[in-house]
Structures are given as C-alpha cells and as structure tokens.
C-alpha cells in the first residue's frame, strides 16, 4: 500500500478508523471521530480514541452549543480557521462526511444555510427559509423533490476557496477579480488562483469597492484605535482601558496582528483573536484577506501614472483571433499600417452614438458645458472650479444657447430614413494658434466646414495680444498675414453663438484645444482622439496625421508651410464618417475592449428561457452618465447607508433599470466612498455632479474645516469610528445576499495623494519647461522627482481583497 501524502506545513493527525466508525457510516450517521480521546463512551456506546487536540476541539465545541443552546455547528464554524489547523486530505474526506445531513435526524439542525442570530452571533435553524423537514407556519412536511434538492445542494453548497496546494506566481491583480466574475457569470476562463466549487450554484455576484481600506489595518501599520475602549480587570480586580490599536512591544514599535505584507504572493487567514475589534466582524464573512495589485503605467519599471480601479474592473479585454494577431505585419513600412478591413462587417452608426460623454470630456480636460449639470448645487459648484481656473464668463468665455440636454434631441418623425446625422447639423472645427507675450496659446485662424464638407466659415483672427512667436512651421500663420486683420475673438464668439444651434454637433481632433482658443462651450462634441483610441489609453492620444495614414490612407501636415486648418477640419471630419458606415468598434482593434455589461449581456442564465444576464452599477452621483451608462440598471446615492439599501433593493428586484421596468439583476458593482472620504482620499475634483454631495458628506461626517482647500484626515479613534461604520456597511450587505452569490469586496487603490501632488508639478514644470529658462523654473524636474513618483505609485498600487460565497 502507498503512502499517503502529507504536508509539513498542516497538523499531522490520523484519521479515526474502527468498527464504531464503519457502522456509524453504514446507517449513516454522524462519524464519531470527534469523541474525546480517553477511554470515553459516545452516545452509541462506542469507544473512540483521537489525537488531543481534537478533543479539545470537542470539548470546545460541547461547551459553545450547551451556551447558545443548539445542538449542532453551523458550517462557517465547521471550518478551519487558519491554514495551519486545517487537517490532511485523508482526514478531511472523512470528516467531510460529517457535513451531510443525517437521515436519522432532524435536518433543520443540521442545516448550514440558517441566518445568524442577533444575540449570539451564530447560526439560527428557525431562521432557515428554505427547510426541508417541516414549515413552521402550517407545519406541514414538504415535498420529497424539494427535501432531495435541498440534500443536493447542502452536499455541493458553492464556495471560493484558496488551496494550500495552490502555487501563485505573482500578485492577485484587480483583472483576476474581474476574471473571476466573468468565469462565475459568463464565457471566462476557470482562474488558477482560487478554487471555485459547484459554480453553476452560483446564481449573482456583488462586488464592491470600498476605497480606504488597506494591508496596514490588518498587520499593524496602521493603527485602529477605538473611541469606546474596553474594560478588563487586572489582578488585582481594579478596571484598565484597553484601545483597540495594535499591541505595541517594549519599545514602542507596533508589533504585526497578521503575518502579511504587501510583498506576499499568498493570502492570510482572518482570526480574530489577531484583529482589531472594529474588523472582527469580517470573520463571519470571509475567511482570508488576499493582498492585491492595481494596474499602473511605467516605462523601464518607472511608474509615473495609476489605471482607474473602476475603469479596469468595468472594461473588459476582448481576446484577439489569430487573423487579429496576424494583422501587424512585419517589413521596412515607415508609419502605422493601413487598417485591414478584408473580414469587416460594416455596421452603420448614427453620429449620435459618438457624443463623448461628461466623463469622457473631463478626462480630456473639456470644459464642461452648464447644461451637464441638473442641479443647482452642481451648476455652482461647476461655476465656482471655472472661475478658479480663470473659465468663467467674467473671464471672456461663452456658453452655447443650450438650456439641457434634452433640447438637442430630435423626433424620430423629422430623421430621414438611413441618415447618420440623425437631423442634427455636423460641424468641424480646427483652429490655428500663436504664442502671445504673456506665453499663453492664442486664436489666430478658425475653420469650420459642414458636413458635405464645404467651408462654413474660415477667418484670421487678430488677438488681443502681442504676438510673441507666430509657431509658423505648425500654424502656417505669418506676421503679413496678420497685418490688416481686424476681426477679434469677440466677433469670432458672437458669429458662433448665432450659427451652433442645440441641434449643433462639434467634431475635431484634440477639440479641446480648438474651443480653449475659442474660450468658448458645447455639450454636444465628438474628438476622433476619443473615437481612435491610444493603445495605452488615456490621457494618450493618436495624432491626427498617423489616423490620416492609418484609416484614411491620406499624407496630411506635410511640408514646412505648417498646417492647414482647413484641411485637419475635413480630415477629423473623414474619420468620423468613416465610423458612421463601419461601426462602433472600427478604428478600436488594438484597445480590443468593452464593458463587462455588455459581455455579460450576451450570456444566458441558466435553467431560463434565454433570458439574459443584467448588471447593475451603484455609486455616488449619477453614476448613468459615466462606468454605468452600459449597465441595466444604474442608481444614484448620496451616502453609504443609501448604497446599502439600493444593494438590497436590486437583489429584491425591485430596481428600476434604463426601460422603466424593474429587473433582476445577476451583477452589482458598487462603491462605499465615506471611508475614503475621511482618509483624505477623494480624488473626484472634476466631477461636478459629485461636488455637492461630498460637500454635503463632509458636513454630515463633521469634517468641514475652516479653510476649504485644507486637506482631510482622521486619524486615531476617529478612524476607528470611520473604518468600523463601513465595516458595518458590508455586514449589512452580507446580510441582505440571497445564498448562494458571490460576495467580492476590493479596496481598489492606496493612498493616492501623494501621486496627485507630484503628477500637479511635473505639469506645472512642462508648461514652464516650454516657455522659460532652466534657472527661471519654479519647479524642476529631476530624476529624483521621477523616483519618488515611482515609488509613490508602486506603494497606491497596493490593496486588499476579500472573497467568499454567502
């Protein structure tokens, strides 16, 4: 006979095996390998002997079920706390047994899917909805087909579990969450890194992001003191006060509650007795705190920017045929290879489906038109940041006459038929600018040309402003050109308002550019920046001249006479009809993604009539404009608490998805943000529709400071009262998941401020760097700079993760 294999790294105990044994295993009963070790008589009569440890465990056991008066264990406490207690695989597969519910006895106590109860913390059978023995309000016994599905399903309950036999190379990083769900809900591949059991049971998933939770709130880094410190008696019987920070050696240092660092491959078991008091409660729901990693950008391992954790976890990645990896061939060609169109299914596309949404402008650092904006506190607050930037109308901007963005919206009884413009007026725009004395981008030459591509309008304009360098190799504008000008921007901004109409669309490359010239707004615009996106993503952009080579098979910007702003207008102009006719996802093959909303949209649930699978995404401010204009249904909130009443209000099916209609949703992605808040680490400063709210939060949570612009924090007992309400937040969750879901909570990113501080003075030195001397620099740039960016990044990309199954 073989050996059986052990690991060192588990307890070493044998597996009970004797007549008592086998027989209890032949009628089917409990398996008496849990009997004190000593010559000690179990019910039956047996004697049994096992290792000591194991008695103890029994009498453990004995003396929490004589306290909570149950006669049995739920199975969250049947199972090892710690990888270190967890018992062989011979041993395991015997015990294992003892999970089945007994013939011989009543299955509500042995039902491992009962609730919790409030006074003692465990598992109450009356509380199960789902009992198989007898209804406690008619008191009538169920069906032998409902008792024989509830036996299945308790012998193959769903679980995500971490095997010790597993070997991770690397980090968890926020795609393999991702690919978690996609391979729990839809057409994913099975992970490597977890262990997933019966996962057909698995019927929704709930993910939530709760920023501000970090590794040092588990290892001691971070201390967690609590304001209501406990009472314990000394020796002498007088009371001493303990905190709930960690302990602290002699000499002070903070000793590591769990043995885990940001360096580790391998989760850490959760215990309590290695928490502090306001984590305890994530015992009850996860049974491993998983260290993970966020995307970052670097070069040659320097990191200089952070990916968005939403964005990341929301987009999913598009596996490439083997045609699309043969699509970059290799040869002495200079520039971007001609778009291969050979096996493409045109597919038409009004030019509405192109309007970049607010998001989308605010990361191409648009000025936002008024008309985004619903609210009179958002309007303001929209107001206040354009007037601190020096964009206001007192700072000679203008608004387009649109009230809201419902004025732009055209019947489907004025569209002719098969028309892409979908009855609204397509202008491009390109303008050329110059270096006034000040160093500041003036307007110099505009052009706009309809969409039959004739020239609406075409002028030099002459600034206000000396001109200190006329850029001629790149605006093609001379000092004679200029010479007998007398059109000013104002009468640029007066001939615009009366020609853009709300029916008006505004389309360019880098369009940004053109209006700060213009220093004027527009809600309605389409950027080919944003429409071909950069491989890397934003903030990187493709230059107008390799989608000219690219897609239109065009040489434009050539020569040393500079550009033509006509010309660059009817180029930007191209691409976009050229994507009308091809379709959404043309001009996108090497990003190559979507929204994991829509690849869940084309799988099915099962056991239905190909009905398919909804997401749901629930955030702070509306979150329909930005990551959850692809989802279901999208809901608003204005704090944490209403976070958690939306959770369980779209698990009841209640949530009203985009048709008007209430859906039952598969997918929920959601964010808890007061945490982050407290910590200091919002990082929505462009968001208007979020501005009021986080006003509003801050007063609620009593964080308004006197200066405005000083920074947030809390620290000590106030952070224990902000961790422990969001710690309270996702046990209300939990509490509210029908069984069987899947319960993902990620803490996305680390502390981003620094990385915000450093990023605002490296653009603050490439705008000086372009104009003034090295030794007239306010800031300068170094390599010791670009270290401490690094570092800064590689420590925000560190965070923390919990999965399990309720």
């Avoid at 080579?549 to 691409?575: I, M, P």
Wanted: proline content about 5%; hydrophobic content about 30%.
């Amino acid at each position: 006979m073989t050996k059986r294999k052990r690991n060192d790294y588990y307890d070493k105990e044998s597996v009970d095996v004797g007549l008592g044994a086998t027989l209890a295993h032949l009628r089917d009963e409990e398996h008496p390998s849990t009997a004190p070790s000593t010559a000690a008589n179990d019910e039956e009569g047996w004697t049994v002997v096992s290792s000591k440890r194991r008695r103890k465990e029994r009498e453990s056991s004995q003396d929490d079920r004589e306290n909570d008066g149950r006669p049995h264990s739920s199975r969250r406490e049947r199972r090892s706390t710690s990888a270190e207690a967890r018992e062989p695989r011979d041993a395991r597969r015997d015990c294992s047994k003892e999970r089945r519910p007994s013939r011989s006895r009543d299955h509500n106590n042995h039902n491992p899917f009962a609730a919790k109860s409030e006074a003692t913390g465990r598992l109450s059978p009356s509380a199960n909805p789902f009992s198989t023995r007898r209804n406690s309000s008619d008191n009538k016994v169920t069906s032998r087909e409902e008792r024989r599905k509830e036996r299945k399903l308790d012998r193959h309950y769903p679980a995500i579990e971490h095997s010790h036999h597993a070997r991770l190379q690397s980090h968890v990083k926020l795609v393999d969450l991702q690919s978690l769900v996609l391979y729990l809900l839809a057409d994913g591949n099975a992970p490597q890194w977890v262990s997933v059991r019966s996962r057909s049971s698995i019927q929704k998933v709930v993910m939530l992001m709760v920023p501000g939770l970090d590794l040092g709130m588990f290892n001691g880094d971070t201390a967690l003191i609590s304001a209501q410190p406990s009472q314990n008696l000394d020796k002498d019987g007088s009371s001493q006060a303990q905190n709930d920070a960690a302990p602290s050696a002699e000499d002070g240092a903070l000793i590591k509650l769990l043995p885990i660092s940001p360096d580790d491959f391998y989760p850490a078991a959760l215990r309590s007795s290695k928490l502090p008091a306001v984590l305890k409660p994530l015992v009850d729901m996860f049974e491993h705190v998983w260290p993970i990693k966020a995307p970052g950008e670097h070069r040659a391992n320097q990191y200089h920017r952070l990916h968005s954790p939403i964005h990341t976890m929301l987009t999913s990645q598009i596996p490439k045929t083997q045609e699309e990896k043969h699509m970059k061939k290799k040869g002495n060609h200079k520039g971007p290879m001609p778009q291969n169109s050979k096996h493409w299914d045109n597919k038409r596309t009004r030019v509405t489906q192109f309007i970049a949404s607010l998001t989308d402008q605010q990361d191409s650092e648009y000025v936002p038109h008024p008309a985004w904006f619903t609210t009179p506190e958002s309007k303001e607050a929209a107001l206040q940041r354009r007037r601190a930037a020096k964009q206001s109308p007192d700072d000679g901007w203008v608004d387009t006459n649109v009230a809201s963005l419902g004025d732009g919206d055209v019947s489907e009884s004025e569209i002719e038929q098969g028309s892409v413009t979908a009855g609204r007026r397509v202008l491009s725009v390109d303008c050329e600018m110059c270096k006034a004395e000040n160093d500041e981008f003036v307007l110099t030459r505009v052009s706009f040309l309809d969409w039959d591509g004739s020239t609406v309008l075409d002028k030099l304009v002459k600034p206000d402003l000396a001109i200190k360098d006329y850029l001629t190799q790149y605006s093609g504008i001379t000092a004679a050109m200029l010479e007998d000008v007398t059109t000013t921007l104002s009468d640029i901004q007066k001939e615009l308002l009366a020609l853009i109409t709300p029916r008006t669309i505004l389309v360019g490359h880098s369009l940004n550019s053109d209006l700060n010239a213009l220093k004027l707004t527009h809600p309605f615009l389409i950027d080919t920046g944003i429409l071909f996106p950069h491989p890397r993503g934003p903030p990187y952009k493709q230059s107008l001249k390799w989608l000219a080579q690219k897609y239109l098979h065009r040489e434009v910007q050539k020569g040393s006479k500079g550009h033509d702003s006509v010309e660059d207008a009817r180029t930007a102009l191209d691409l976009v009809k050229q994507k009308c006719e091809k379709g959404p996802t043309w001009g996108t093959g090497d990003t190559n993604a979507e929204s994991i909303f829509k690849r869940l949209g084309r799988s099915t649930r099962p056991k239905s009539n190909n009905e398919t699978r909804n997401g749901a995404v629930i955030d702070w401010g509306e979150p329909n404009r930005g990551h959850g204009n692809q989802a279901t249904v999208s809901i608003g909130c204005k704090s944490d608490a209403d976070v958690v009443e939306a959770i369980d209000s779209a698990l009841k099916g209640s949530a009203v998805g985009r048709e008007g209609a209430t859906e039952n949703v598969d997918f929920i992605w959601a964010r808890l943000r007061e945490l982050e808040l407290c910590r200091g680490w919002w990082d929505d400063a462009k968001s208007a529709d979020v501005e009021a709210i986080r006003q509003f939060a801050l007063q609620r949570l009593d964080l308004t400071k006197d200066d405005p612009d000083a920074d947030v924090e809390v620290r000590g007992s106030e952070l224990g009262d902000a961790v422990s309400r969001t710690i309270k937040h996702i046990a209300q969750i939990y509490e509210s998941l029908p069984r069987c879901t899947a319960f993902i909570v990620y803490s996305g990113t680390g502390d981003p401020r620094e990385i915000r501080r450093l990023q605002a003075m490296q653009q603050q030195y490439r705008r000086e760097y372009q104009t003034k001397n090295w030794d007239n620099l306010s800031v300068k740039w170094t390599d010791t700079e670009i270290q401490a960016l690094s570092k800064a990044c590689q420590e925000a990309r560190n965070g923390v993760a919990f999965i399990g199954v309720k």
